[in-house]
């Protein structure tokens, strides 16, 4: 070819600045690589906590007023198996539809009916029973005449009790005019646990929530509650309508809450 004798000349001054920026270039590429490999990773991360993510809450702010026992538990996974252990234990759910069944339906209603005579439950009233287990509660409303009444609980059990996770409770904003709720001990984001209660009630709603205060729970407690105002304190959209002693199944107190109605206060 005619040009043959000329392009090496002209190739030839390239070279020495590709060979000069050679360090350069492979400083260049090992970065690269490396944050190629860090963004990977990071990715996965991202990923892996996205998958997750339905289950990842925002701890609770530390309170004086209550006790985490989070440690006891490697992962969410971890703490709804040891939850679910507990209500799948085929023992425990023989006690709680026999022996358990009709003390505790019986003692629920009389419950139930006394904040029928306040006024703070109505036999139209929908309602709802957070952690009810086998859903004694739930019969007990229907018994006095709550007829929409229903109760959620990690494992179902029909016709009473449907499932649901109560730190993420799966109902719309503003459904129910009545929960109740004797599991708070077993809520391992306590803030989360209010959060969703207080979403889901009906502005004007009541919760009445049975708690012990000072107490230590049983091995499936994944807080202590320390003091009633740290449990006032999670539920900042709604008033307190009061506090008294009981004797609940263990429980030692009894906690009536009332959904604020002024629309600003309703979604803390
Ligand atoms: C569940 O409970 C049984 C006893 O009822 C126990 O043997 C088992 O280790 C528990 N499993 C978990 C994951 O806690
Ligand atoms: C509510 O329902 C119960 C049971 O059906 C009934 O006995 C009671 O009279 C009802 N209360 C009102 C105020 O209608
Ligand atoms: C439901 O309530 C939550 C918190 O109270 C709020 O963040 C959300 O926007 C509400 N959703 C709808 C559909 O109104």
């Known amino acids: 070819m005619p040009g043959d004798s000329k392009p090496p000349r002209a190739a030839a001054l390239p070279v020495r600045p590709i060979l000069l920026a050679l360090p350069f270039l492979s400083l260049l590429l090992l970065l690269l690589y490396v944050y190629s490999t860090s963004s990977s990773s990071t990715t996965a991360t991202v990923a892996i906590s ?8 925002t701890p609770s702010p530390p309170s004086p007023h209550i006790r985490m026992r989070r440690s006891r538990y490697g992962s969410y ?20 539809a026999t022996r358990d ?10 419950l139930f009916a006394s904040l029928q005579n306040e006024g703070l439950l109505t036999n139209a009233s929908r309602a709802l029973c957070v952690g009810a287990r086998l859903g004694q509660e739930v019969a007990a409303l229907r018994q006095v005449g709550v007829a929409d009444a229903v109760g959620i609980d990690l494992a179902p059990a029909p016709p009473l009790v449907v499932r649901g996770d109560f730190h993420a409770q799966p109902f719309g904003n503003d459904t129910f005019d009545f929960e109740f709720s004797n599991v708070f001990d ?11 209660v207080q979403r889901t009630l009906r502005p004007g709603g009541v ?35 009061r506090v008294s002693k009981v004797d609940a199944f263990g429980l030692d107190t009894e906690v009536i809450l009332r959904k604020k109605r002024s629309p600003a206060a309703q979604h803390p």
Do not use: I, M
Not at 77 to 96: A, E, G, I, M, S
Not at 105 to 110: D, L, N
């Open 50 to 57: 996205t998958s997750s993510s339905s289950t990842t809450f």
């Open 186 to 196: 077993h809520a391992l984001y306590p803030s989360r646990f209010a959060a969703e």
């Open 207 to 241: 919760v009445v929530l049975h708690v012990a205060v000072h107490r230590r729970g049983d091995k499936y407690s994944a807080n202590d509650l320390l003091d009633v105002q740290g449990l006032f304190g999670l539920f900042p959209g709604c008033d307190v309508v």
């Open 77 to 96: 996974d971890d703490y709804l198996r040891h939850q679910l252990n507990k209500t799948l234990d085929p023992r425990l759910r023989r006690v709680w």
């Open 101 to 110: 069944w009709r003390r505790k339906v019986s003692a629920f209603a009389r």
